[in-house]
């Protein structure tokens, strides 16, 4: 069944949108490690612009859901679990200053988190299936899946310091490796927040 005239207009907008979007993203976050390697010279570690790029795609991300579940409370228990999620993650990236403590501590407020998240979640008990279908269904929470399918299986098997130094053998520089890593993890954050933000416009 054919859209009317003025729907397949809007329809197309909005596809013409979110590829100019995802252009635009690609673009900075090219321009980012650029400037990361090229001016700064950070060596894209823990402290560079890249890095903060995907702390702050992490709270992006994090916000827009907490406001959708406050927004829609029928979906509050899927969207705090959600938003759970990428908590845990915003942690991880954070492991160098949770060391300081004692190496590997970020995985007990990691843990903390996911409890609380998962306790939170249950209250709902089988609702909790269906305040996830409902979210499934839009279109822009399956760019957030996408983004975050390339980041936890792509990237990290992409980042792999044994495929880079069975490439590049005896010329193996790190740098290299790194700025793929991380070029590729900042992508797929900058995916992750698009499709959050996005998302919540359409659930106002």
């Known amino acids: 069944m054919y859209l009317s005239h003025t729907d397949s207009k809007i329809e197309i907008f909005k596809s013409i949108r979110l590829i100019m979007s995802i252009a635009f993203i690609s673009i900075i976050d090219n321009l980012t490690f650029r ?9 894209l570690g823990e402290i560079s612009l890249t890095e903060s790029l995907q702390l702050v795609a992490l709270i992006i991300t994090f916000i827009n859901f907490i406001i959708i579940g406050k927004n829609n ?16 993650l915003f942690i991880r990236e ?3 200053l ?5 190496h590997g501590f970020w995985i007990y407020p990691a843990l903390f988190v996911t409890i ?16 996830m279908a409902y979210l499934l269904q839009k279109p822009y929470m399956k760019l957030v899946l996408i983004g975050v399918a390339l980041l936890l299986f792509f990237t990290r098997l992409y980042g792999m310091a044994d495929f880079w130094s069975q490439v590049m053998t005896e010329h193996y520089l790190r740098d290299v ?3 793929s890593e991380e070029g590729t993890e900042l992508l797929c954050y900058s995916l992750i927040a698009l499709g959050a933000v996005n998302l919540k416009k359409t659930l106002k």
């Open 116 to 131: 609380i998240a998962c306790l939170y979640a249950y209250q709902a008990k089988k609702g909790i299936i269906l305040e």
């Open 98 to 102: 949770f060391d300081y403590i004692v």
């Open 73 to 88: 409370q029928h979906l509050k228990h899927a969207t705090f679990l959600i938003a759970g999620f990428f908590t845990v």
């Open 94 to 96: 954070l492991d160098f």
């Open 177 to 179: 490796k790194t700025i």
């Open 35 to 43: 400037i990361d390697y090229i001016y700064l010279h950070t060596g």
